[in-house]
């Protein structure tokens, strides 16, 4: 018994080592390219986030996650990228690392397609909304008494971020919240864990095959 305990512990230390060392390096990452960018570039990577609707934007969609305009933009995203993300990784890393990457691409794209022109929009906020949206509508997908209790907690701590994903002025990429949301949900119906179909009784198959003789 008290090797298991011991077993059971060291695998939940590993654990939340991996955990601390994916999300917190992703954050740190972030922290130190605004570093870089405000002291050495004076603010010029900026320029390499999304373009709508131009070639060269399209790489934006890979970098604008991990750009700033500034110090406290990047810290407003901290918090909720590092609480909804711990969340995510809860459900496994290789289900973090896919809702990751394809709220990204969904949360990047869509701000291409439909992003005003010569704008620009960088920022880890499609990042959040996208694991907002995975979070909540995971229990739609799911079903499962564990998945709602999750929805719930989230929305008591985030719920106002619904307000985000519509059109408002002052700089904000709505466009980047919205598509970051779809992209949580695709994540989550493609992750899905559904009901089987419950398997077929043998009395089930012989009146099926009586009635195929039939014919």
Known sequence: MTNNRQINWLA??????TQAI???GMVLFMWLVEGVDALIFNGALDGFGIR???LDGLYGILYAPFL???????MANTIPLLVLGWFVLLHGTKRFIFV??????ISG???????PPHSVHIGASGLVFGYFGFLLLNSWFERSLASVLWAVLV???YGSLMWGVLPQGNGISWQGHLFGFIGG???AYLLAKRPSAPPSSDEDDILRIRSEDLW
């Open 52 to 54: 709508p609707r131009t």
């Open 12 to 17: 939940i230390r590993q654990t939340a080592k």
């Open 155 to 157: 929305f008591f701590l």
């Open 185 to 187: 949900g695709l994540a």
């Open 100 to 105: 990751t990457i394809t709220v990204i691409l």
């Open 68 to 74: 700033h305009g500034s110090f406290g933009h990047l």
């Open 22 to 24: 994916i999300l917190g």
């Open 109 to 115: 794209l869509g701000t291409w397609l439909i992003g």
